[in-house]
């Protein structure tokens, strides 16, 4: 098993910026792809980032492309979302997800994780 923590929502303006984190443990974490997906009130859950097991490859949602970054640090077991530019559409519940999976495909995201945290509230108001 592999647990993970979500920290770091909160409220934030339109434009502004906030740094999720996911802590992980139970497993080497270096082993697992790590991602990022949202929920937002009546919508299904969609991917947002993902990244391989060294940091060395990123892929993003064309709606976060150029504003938000996933980075991970596997000396702490962690994986991070630098969101920048925030908008009113990326109000949502984010979660950590972990996967020995990385990519479906070559431009396809895995997006059938094993492991998920419990979602950390973001809401930007406008």
């Known amino acids: 098993q592999v647990q993970l923590v979500e920290s770091g929502g909160g409220l934030v303006q339109a434009g502004g910026s906030l740094r999720l984190s996911c802590a992980a443990s139970?497993?080497?974490?270096?082993?697992?792809?790590m991602a990022w997906f949202r929920q937002a009130p009546g919508k299904e859950r969609e991917f947002v980032a993902t990244?391989?097991?060294?940091?060395?490859?990123?892929y993003y949602a064309d709606s976060v492309k150029g504003r938000f970054t996933i980075s991970r640090d596997n000396a702490k077991n962690m994986v991070y979302l630098q969101m920048n530019s925030l908008k009113s559409e990326d109000t949502a519940v984010y979660y950590c997800?972990?996967?020995?999976?990385?990519?479906?495909?070559?431009?396809?995201?895995?997006?059938?994780?094993?492991?998920w945290g419990q979602g950390t509230q973001v809401t930007v108001s406008s």
């Open positions: 997800a972990a996967d020995q999976n990385f990519m479906a495909g070559r431009t396809t995201p895995n997006l059938n994780f094993d492991f």
């Open positions: 139970g497993r080497t974490f270096s082993n697992y792809a």
């Open positions: 990244i391989s097991w060294t940091g060395g490859s990123t």
